[in-house]
Structure formats: C-alpha cells, structure tokens
C-alpha cells in the first residue's frame, strides 16, 4: 500500500476509535512519526495532506525539516540529551515530548529565557515502571510538579508514555488509563489546562485514542518497516 492510502486508513481508524468512545471525531492529532525515513517519504505524506512529524533524533529532524515545506510541523519525541538541548530549543520544533526529569525541564526553561522564548514541552511518563525505561515515575511527576509548574519559559502541554511492550494491544489500555488519570489529577493539582495526552503507536494507537489520546505517534503502519532499529526510549 503507498503511504496515501495508509495514512487514509490511520484517519480513518482514528475517527472510528472516537466514535466507538463517545469521542467527537476530529479531536486527535496524528503525529507521522517519519524516524529513519528519507524525506522523499515525508514529503510524499506531505503531499497526502499530512503536516505533522515526528522523529526520535533531533539531528535527523534538523537535517530532514529544511527538506519540507515551513508549514510542516516537528515534534521531537526521542529522549533528549543534556547537551543536545540548546540546539533543541532554537531548533523550530514545535513541542519537544519526551522530558523525563526536572533538571532537564530546568535547562530547558533557563535557555529558553536567555532568547524571550517559550518552548511547549510534554512530560514523558514511565507509566508501567519498567526499570529500563526513560521517563518520570508517576510519584516523582507528582512529587516536582510544583517546581516543573513555576518554570518560567515552560509551556507544559500535557504527557506521553510508551507503554510495557505487550502481545496483544488491548493489554496497554490499563496503561493508558493510567496515563490519562494521572494527567487528572496533575491537572485538578495545578491548574494547567494540559490539553494533550501522547499516546499510542502503530500496533496500539486504536486503544489509545478509545482511552483518550489526544495525539497517537505511528510510524511503520505508514511508512513501512524500519529497515534498522532505533532504541526506544
Ligand atoms: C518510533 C516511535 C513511534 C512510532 O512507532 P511505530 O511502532 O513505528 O508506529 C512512536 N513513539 C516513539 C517515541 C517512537 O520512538
């Protein structure tokens, strides 16, 4: 299938999911997550309608975005290296989704000052505990939610997770869940609208939306198979 008929079907199901949720159709971004993918492929979901991207490394974004239309929109949703943070911040992404500590936040916000900026981020939650996993624990997002709120330059938009590898992608709904009840709570605590909840990828995204994902990050359903692995953060 070519990508404008795959990213038809990701629509499609999408919309589906929110009806069978009781959701009004048209509240999900879709965020085409184009890692690993040359920008002759971006390019041809551009054409199909697509605006927004995804990648996981924040070189291959600078090398890619130039190669679009300015009105193609970038996430970054990669984890983030301390030293990669500048140039993150003055780089056009639109929101940077996969902060996964205060002190980042911190960094992020302080350099983002030094230019009048402020810089939309998400919260990455390791919302299954896996030991392995980049992200905050939910009681540690609780815990400095106070210091991540009175950030100066910080927009914080809402949270993502990727959830515990599972067989079956009715497995992740609890997970979920578990994501959008947290982003409850944070919200009741503070006050911020956090609007976006970044859940699901290409096995699970119909899940993710039943539960109430606000963004869902496919990748190979549209783009195909990557022909070399990249670490999942
Ligand atoms: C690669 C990636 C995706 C997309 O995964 P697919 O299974 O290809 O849809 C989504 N989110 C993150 C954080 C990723 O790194």
């Known amino acids: 299938m070519e990508i ?3 990213l038809q079907e990701v629509r499609e199901r999408i919309a589906q999911a929110e009806t069978r949720a009781g959701r009004k159709p048209g509240g999900v971004q879709l965020l085409a997550v184009s890692k690993t993918f040359p920008a002759s492929a971006v390019r041809e979901a551009y054409h199909a ?6 990648e996981n490394r924040l070189q291959e974004a600078l ?3 130039p190669q679009l239309p300015s009105d193609a ?3 970054l949703i990669g984890p983030l290296q301390r030293n990669k943070i500048r140039k993150a911040v003055e780089s056009g ?8 500590s205060l002190r980042t936040a911190e960094t992020i916000s302080r350099i983002a000052g030094e230019s009048n900026k402020t810089v939309s981020l998400l919260m990455e939650v390791n919302i299954d505990g ?6 905050f624990a939910p009681a540690d997002l609780y815990a400095a939610w106070e210091q991540l709120m009175a950030l100066p330059h910080l927009e914080i938009r809402g949270l993502m997770c990727i959830p515990a590898p599972v067989s079956d992608a ?14 409850e709570r944070l919200r009741v605590r503070g006050g911020l609208p956090m609007p976006v909840l970044s859940m699901g990828m290409s096995h699970d995204y119909e899940v ?7 963004e869902v990050r496919v990748g190979s359903f549209i783009f195909g198979d990557r022909t070399y692995p990249t670490v999942l953060s």
Do not use: C, N, Y
């Open 170 to 183: 009715q497995q992740a709904r609890p997970s979920f869940a578990a994501l959008r009840e947290l982003a």
């Open 49 to 54: 309608g697509q605006r927004l991207f995804g």
């Open 73 to 75: 929109s970038w996430h």
């Open 93 to 100: 992404v639109s929101l940077i989704e996969a902060v996964d």
């Open 4 to 6: 404008v008929a795959r």
């Open 208 to 214: 993710a939306v039943e539960e109430g994902a606000t």
């Open 130 to 135: 896996e030991g392995s996993k980049h992200g």
């Open 63 to 65: 090398e890619k975005m």
